[in-house]
């Protein structure tokens, strides 16, 4: 049986037992064992391939400049169009799906910091399970420093939906701070937890269930805050990234005002029309106030500071990673 299959009879397992109106402990600690290996398939399946693509045509794109930020969204919701209208690179557009193929790396210059923002290919549904290029997609959007996922304010709010599904099914949390949670594995001495809050939504059963099932014997385990089944499974993963996310719906001068309304006071959200130029400028300043980035000017002593060429960190940063 391959992963995938594995996947799709595991999610048919968890849906039977959710659809149970009394669910018991036991079936609790089963759900808990099954999230378990889910998020392990899910892993190996997007472990990458020995196979390799056409020269050129990866996505291993180099990371530049202060920051970097990944347009994400379904083909055809303005992507292109935005590159190309915030920095200086020509990424194809057009009005049919699945324009852009490849990464397309821009810069963008604001407050005197170079910003790359990555033109992703458009992620359709089912990325996570290794179709088209999602894999490639997700692999690159991990190492972005913010997110930004583009939709179609004609289009049904169900795109929200799905490419949030999507890139949570993939180890992309948005808009969520880490649990705190220290795991650490150990030799021998068996597995010891402590809490320092009270645990409502998982117990000392559940996390040792979890445990064994990663085959995990050994371990220490320090719980500061009222975590999940599903937030203990990704701090044993480890591979989980925590990234600002923005929506940013595009084509709002196609929209009845009601919508626009409803649309721009949604949580993280803001509206632009790449076609019209409208609220671009807002756009680039939210990007800049979610990346959180200080601007560190250096002067030799005696000097005036050079204020040409600033040094970028985030924010609570101390002068010692400059050093």
């Not at 290996?37 to 399946?45: C, D, E, F, G, T």
């Not at 709010?157 to 969520?176: C, F, M, P, W």
Request: negative net charge; glycine residues 8%.
């Amino acid at each position: 049986m391959g992963v995938l299959e594995k996947i799709k009879e595991i999610e048919e397992e968890m849906a039977r037992s959710t659809d149970i109106i009394d669910i018991s402990q036991a079936t609790e600690y089963h759900l808990g064992l099954l999230k378990a290996k889910l998020a392990r398939y899910r892993a190996q399946l997007l472990e990458p391939t020995s196979k390799s693509g056409k020269p050129g045509e990866g996505f291993d794109v180099q990371k530049s400049g202060d920051a970097r930020v990944a347009l994400i969204g379904f083909p055809s919701v303005g992507k292109s169009t935005l590159l190309s209208l915030t920095t200086k690179t020509a990424s194809e557009a057009a009005s049919y799906e699945f324009t852009t193929l490849t990464a397309i790396p821009g810069v963008l210059e604001y407050e005197g910091v170079r910003i790359q923002l990555l033109d992703l290919p458009g992620i359709v549904e089912g990325a996570s399970q290794g179709r088209g290029r999602g894999r490639q997609v997700v692999s690159v959007a991990k190492t972005a420093d913010l997110i930004l996922i583009m939709l179609d304010a004609t289009k049904s709010t169900e795109q929200r939906r799905l490419l949030e599904h999507e890139l949570d099914a993939v180890g992309i949390r948005l808009n969520k701070a880490k649990p705190d949670v220290v795991f650490k594995q150990k030799t021998a001495g068996g597995v010891t937890i402590n809490a320092t809050v009270k645990l409502t939504k998982i117990d000392e059963k559940a996390i040792k269930t979890i445990l064994a099932g990663y085959k995990i014997h050994n371990c220490d385990v320090m719980i500061r805050e009222d975590i999940t089944i599903d937030e203990f499974i990704d701090v044993l993963l480890g591979t989980r990234k925590y990234l600002p996310c923005l929506y940013v719906y595009n084509k709002i001068d196609a929209i009845s005002l009601e919508l626009l309304d409803e649309l721009a006071h949604q949580e993280d959200t803001l509206v632009i029309s790449c076609e019209m130029n409208l609220n671009i400028d807002y756009l680039l300043e939210r990007i800049w106030g979610e990346l959180g980035l200080v601007k560190v000017y250096t002067k030799k002593r005696g000097e005036h500071p050079d204020l040409s060429d600033p040094i970028c960190l985030r924010k609570g940063a101390t002068i010692e990673v400059i050093l």
